[in-house]
């Protein structure tokens, strides 16, 4: 049984940063592809940034390049999503998800396994 708990959201300032972390627990995550995902209330949930496996490539939505970065901690089965420079527009319901086949994916419907979510609002 694969766990997967989001942390660190909360209430920002425009221009500010959060951290968040994904605990995993169930499996290991240095096999997984992790991808963070975000839905605002009425919208569809969308990608956010990701991790491959294997080559440890990472991905960003367009909206948030230059501002987020995802990075690993395999040893504490951890995912990490910095965000700086937060935007109202950032605000949504972050999720965090595992992959556990191969090949790399944006699409949400292509995730295994995801956290409760943590809530993240940037005000103007």
């Known amino acids: ?5 989001e942390s660190g959201g ?11 972390s994904c605990a995993g627990s169930g499996r290991t995550f240095s096999t997984a592809n992790m991808g963070w995902f975000r839905q605002a209330p009425g919208k569809e949930r969308e990608f956010v940034a990701g991790s491959h496996w294997r080559s440890g490539i990472t991905y960003y ?20 999503l910095q965000m700086t420079s937060l935007k109202p527009e950032d605000t949504a319901a972050y999720f965090c998800a595992a992959k556990w086949t191969s090949a790399w994916s944006r699409s949400s419907s292509d995730y295994n396994d995801w956290g409760q979510g943590t809530q993240v609002t940037v005000s103007s």
């Open 10 to 20: 909360g209430l920002v300032q425009a221009g500010g940063s959060l951290r968040l």
């Open 61 to 80: 939505a367009d909206s948030v390049k230059g501002r987020f970065t995802i990075s690993r901690e395999n040893a504490k089965n951890t995912v990490l």
């Open 1 to 5: 049984q694969v766990a997967l708990v």
